[in-house]
């Protein structure tokens, strides 16, 4: 499995770039989000790569941040995912985005991702919920900041964790919510609620 591979960019065309390293081109498939960033052809260019091999075919990726490797291999982990969403994934919002989404358990933004429906934005949020921080790098307090900053995110998060699906969890704290409330407050008024 090639894990860095560095030489010239002689071809770029969304999704497929090629790249001449010492006289061999390796033609590599990359998200958008690697394209926004690459250098002009005929320049140098290092890639973090992914090799996979299945059956019938033989496939290499190449992203410029390690962090958009990471998360490109833990998408595939989510059942029902293989590499044409994992790419739509990185394609479609940053891995810091990403992992603020799963975080707070945001189905809804999810699904704006091309080729990710409901339910597979909600195996998303259950499946990569507890590494969220390590797919955003290993900066959990980028993330735990930004969720305990909002005390609904919080508590539809706690619901969640309790049994209760991501949309549903979300309007059960969105109508418990009042103003200087926090999580534990609007937990509580939303677990009343459901019992009437």
């Known amino acids: 499995m090639i894990g860095r591979l560095k030489g010239i960019l002689v071809h770029k065309q969304p999704p497929w770039l090629v790249v001449d390293v010492h006289g061999v081109g390796y033609e590599l498939e990359a998200p958008m989000s690697t394209f926004y960033d690459l250098p002009d052809v005929g320049r140098e260019v290092a890639l973090f790569t992914h090799y996979a091999q299945k ?10 941040r390690e962090a958009e490797r990471r998360l490109f291999r833990d998408v595939q982990k ?5 590499a044409k969403i994992a790419l739509a994934v990185l394609s479609g919002v940053s891995v810091e985005d990403f992992a603020r989404l799963v975080q707070v358990g945001d189905v809804t ?5 091309p080729g990710i429906g409901k339910k597979t934005a909600e ?21 735990g900041a930004a969720a305990a900053a909002d005390p609904q995110s919080e508590a539809v998060i706690a619901l969640q964790q309790l049994g209760y699906k991501p949309t549903e969890a979300a309007r ?3 109508d418990a919510t009042a103003a200087g409330d ?6 509580r008024k939303a677990l009343k609620s459901a019992l009437r």
């Not at 059956?55 to 410029?64: M, Q």
């Not at 926090?182 to 937990?187: G, H, L, P, R, V």
């Open 109 to 113: 933004a999810l699904t704006r991702i």
């Open 78 to 82: 989510v059942s029902g995912i293989g």
């Open 182 to 187: 926090d999580a534990a407050t609007i937990i």
């Open 123 to 143: 195996r998303m949020v259950v499946e990569l919920r507890d590494r969220a921080a390590d797919l955003a790098g290993g900066a959990p307090g980028a993330i």
């Open 55 to 64: 059956e019938d075919s033989v496939a290499l990726y190449g992203f410029l």
């Open 172 to 174: 059960m704290a969105r």
